[in-house]
């Protein structure tokens, strides 16, 4: 009788319950780009409306497409295991956290104060390193690769 080794092959590799909530947060980046496209394709005319400058507009477009790929990209790595799968996880991890900061102190810093949601996000950002770390330590050296 044959076996399908295959099968076994995939499955070998742990499953980390951490893996597993990182891959959730990988899929609503993913949700919450596509939306942040479609809110600034809808309002593009009231951004311009309103006196955004264009950069800002750019920006608004430019960076959901850069995050959609990232994450679809560290999402389809940790999904289906593939070389390098942890060093893309901590790259996308990377991306989506200088992404945040860089919009939030660089591009939006002077029509907000920095007050709001920053100690929401910080601890979100905190929630997810350690996710990611826990993630890390919990994979075997051998299946780090």
């Known amino acids: 009788m044959k076996t399908d080794l295959s099968l076994s092959e995939r499955t070998s590799l742990k499953t980390s319950p951490w893996g597993s909530l ?25 951004l311009v409306i309103y006196g955004v400058a264009g950069w800002k507009i750019n920006w608004l477009f430019i960076s959901p497409v850069i995050l959609f790929i990232t994450n679809l990209l560290g999402w389809l790595f940790l999904w289906k295991r593939w070389r390098g799968f942890l060093l893309v996880a901590w790259v996308t991890f990377a991306v989506n956290l200088l992404s945040y900061w860089a919009e939030r102190l660089l591009v939006w810093s002077s029509d907000q104060n920095l007050q ?8 979100l950002f905190v929630i997810y390193l350690a996710l990611m770390l826990l993630f890390t330590l919990d994979l075997k050296p051998k299946d780090r690769n």
């Open 22 to 46: 990182i891959g959730l947060i990988l899929l609503g980046n993913l949700l919450g780009s596509l939306l942040r496209l479609y809110g600034a394709s809808g309002d593009r005319a009231l």
């Open 116 to 123: 709001g949601n920053l100690g929401f996000m910080t601890v």
